[in-house]
């Protein structure tokens, strides 16, 4: 007998009978060619039996018990219970196969029905016998492999008087006891779950992405200063080398905020702005950066000077932003603070992560910045060589004077005078209409 799909035995009311699916699950892991229980011919007597399982003493006890196996020795331990017209067929069968000779408990179980069912018992013997010259007909394996199982189908629907049967059930239920009771806390756990999968997957994906560029997985590009004492790796790093390296190129594709938060990156960004004449939404984003940032002392002055040269009417570098969220900076402006900029910095944000960004990776300028790009080899530094970049060992510059740099940088890029977007429109219309000279 092979089981070849998982049945429903209408077990959803019956909490006992549950089981089934799951053994019969069992029984097809069992019957797999390459990963089951291997099969092997066993004599009995002088009769062949093939695919005879064999399994651990209580996974078999259990099958046997519910009849997916059966036993070649000793029926009288397994435990049944049906009750149709069958049954009579297959008594009257084995008591002419046995001539007479049949169990105390199955004499009386025929001599009950065919006193209760005298009025078609010549039909039921005329089965029995008809059933009983078939089998006579197979071949003597085949007939003994049928015999066991039709014994196993009887023996687990039809049990000896005084024993269990495991297919009791009990009355049936109007509620299913294995359904699934969904409450609040399995839905916040369940919520929980998918957050935390999500977190880890956003986690694994970062670290695959940013390996290469982690100092603890990867190696310096030429050297680690800190180890060799050359510092020739900050010297390619700095903050605004005019040639980058082809690493630090590579991380700006990561996202936009990597491309923002390398000064080189956002050097490299301004240029194709300007070029797309929208410049002034890098300069109003770096302007939100400075206020939130900067001291309290220069709070005010810096809010007036943010609201007259991007937000106010006719303004030399006007930004392109919703009416409502214009509305909320420019009441916010009237007091004040360190985060009053927050929703315009953000409208202005996702305009250039989702427009200008996109671009900014297919252009010209991206492009000839990622080819001139070097990456520089690993330099392998011997014993002699490392005493002497100790010897040679410098102070550092003060982070004072690099700050006072960038201070001094800012200063210049204010004074070079912001690109009026009016101006500029309003000479090339005039450069349009003028009429050009008559031909000689």
């Not at 039709?150 to 049990?159: D, F, G, S, T």
């Not at 986690?203 to 560029?213: E, F, I």
């Not at 002055?301 to 900076?329: C, H």
């Not at 890029?413 to 009429?435: C, H, R």
């Amino acid at each position: 007998m092979t089981i070849r799909n998982v049945r429903d035995h209408g077990q959803r009311f019956r909490p006992r009978m549950a089981c089934l699916k799951k053994v019969e699950a069992v029984m097809l892991e069992m019957q797999d060619p390459k990963t089951g229980v291997k099969s092997q011919p066993q004599k009995l007597v002088i009769t062949t039996i093939p695919h005879a399982i064999t399994e651990a003493w209580a996974l078999g006890t259990m099958l046997v018990a519910f009849g997916y196996i059966y036993p070649l020795q000793d029926h009288k331990r397994l435990v049944i219970k049906p009750d149709t017209a069958l049954y009579p067929i297959y008594l009257a069968k084995r008591n002419i196969r046995k001539k007479g000779v049949l169990e105390i408990h199955e004499q009386e179980q025929y001599n009950g029905l065919h006193k209760w069912m005298n009025h078609k018992w010549d039909f039921i013997v005329m089965q029995a016998k008809e059933q009983y010259r078939a089998g006579k007909e197979r071949k003597k394996p085949d007939r003994a492999v049928f015999d066991c199982q039709e014994r196993a189908y009887w023996v687990v629907h039809r049990p000896p008087p005084g024993t269990v049967s495991a297919m009791d059930y009990g009355l049936e239920r109007m509620v299913d006891p294995n359904a699934e009771e969904v409450t609040g806390q399995s839905c916040v756990c369940r919520l929980l779950f998918v957050c935390v999968f999500s977190l880890f997957s956003s986690l694994v994906k970062y670290s695959v992405t940013c390996n290469k560029h982690d100092p603890f997985l990867a190696p310096c590009l030429p050297s680690n200063p800190w180890i060799t004492d050359d510092v020739t790796y900050w010297l390619l790093n700095m903050a605004n080398v005019d040639i980058p390296t082809k690493m630090r190129v590579e991380r700006w594709t990561f996202s936009f905020g990597e491309l923002l938060s390398d000064p080189r990156g956002r050097d490299d960004f301004r240029l194709f702005l300007k070029k797309e004449f929208s410049g002034e939404n890098l300069a109003f984003w770096e302007a939100c950066e400075d206020l939130k940032w900067g001291t309290a002392a220069t709070m005010n002055e810096k809010a007036q000077q943010v609201y007259k040269t991007f937000l106010a009417r006719g303004a030399p570098r006007w930004i392109n932003i919703d009416g409502k969220t214009m509305e909320v900076t420019v009441k916010g402006l009237k007091h004040p603070h360190r985060y009053v900029l927050d929703a315009a910095q953000t409208h202005i944000f996702m305009l250039m992560k989702k427009d200008s960004y996109g671009r900014y990776l297919k252009s010209p300028v991206f492009k000839d910045t990622q080819k001139r790009a070097i990456g520089p080899d690993q330099h392998r530094f011997s014993v002699s060589q490392l005493e002497a970049n100790a010897r040679k060992r410098r102070p550092s510059i003060s982070p004072i004077i690099v700050r006072q740099q960038e201070k001094e940088e800012r200063a210049r890029m204010a004074t070079s005078g912001p690109v009026d977007i009016t101006q500029v429109m309003s000479k090339l219309s005039n450069k349009g209409k003028e009429v050009p000279p008559p031909k000689k």
